[in-house]
């Protein structure tokens, strides 16, 4: 069965740092792009950063530039994402999204559970 299990949220306060975890099961992270959303209450659902299959490509929200970087191990089937100067504003709960990259996965998508990240004095 496909899982993508998030980990590593939490309470933090601003200017702070925090690294989020991605273990996937049931695919191959060699053959999906990777990436992190959010959503906080009242707000769409936003994407955050992406990592192509190879890991030579990635791609990041204005608002994140800088802080924030998403990197992966497909050995170990993890994506990370490290946040870095974090602001109230990132608060939210942070999913896990896997989407396939060739002709053949191009349809198939999941999504983790979600791990709430809270930035708070």
């Known amino acids: 069965q496909v899982q993508l299990v998030e980990s590593g949220g939490g309470l933090v306060q601003p200017g702070g740092s925090l690294r989020l975890s991605c273990a996937v099961s049931?695919?191959?992270?060699?053959?999906?792009?990777m990436s992190w959303y959010r959503q906080a209450p009242g707000k769409e659902r936003e994407l955050v950063a992406s990592?192509?299959?190879?890991?030579?490509?990635?791609n990041y929200a204005d608002s994140v530039k800088g802080r924030f970087t998403i990197s992966r191990d497909n050995v170990k089937n993890t994506v990370y994402l490290q946040m870095n100067s974090l602001e109230p504003e990132d608060t939210a709960v942070y999913i896990c999204?896997?989407?396939?990259?060739?002709?053949?996965?191009?349809?198939?998508?999941?999504w983790g559970q979600g791990t709430q990240v809270t930035v708070s004095s």
């Open positions: 049931g695919f191959s992270l060699s053959t999906y792009t």
């Open positions: 990592i192509t299959s190879s890991g030579g490509s990635t």
């Open positions: 999204n896997g989407k396939g990259s060739g002709w053949y996965n191009r349809h198939i998508e999941y």
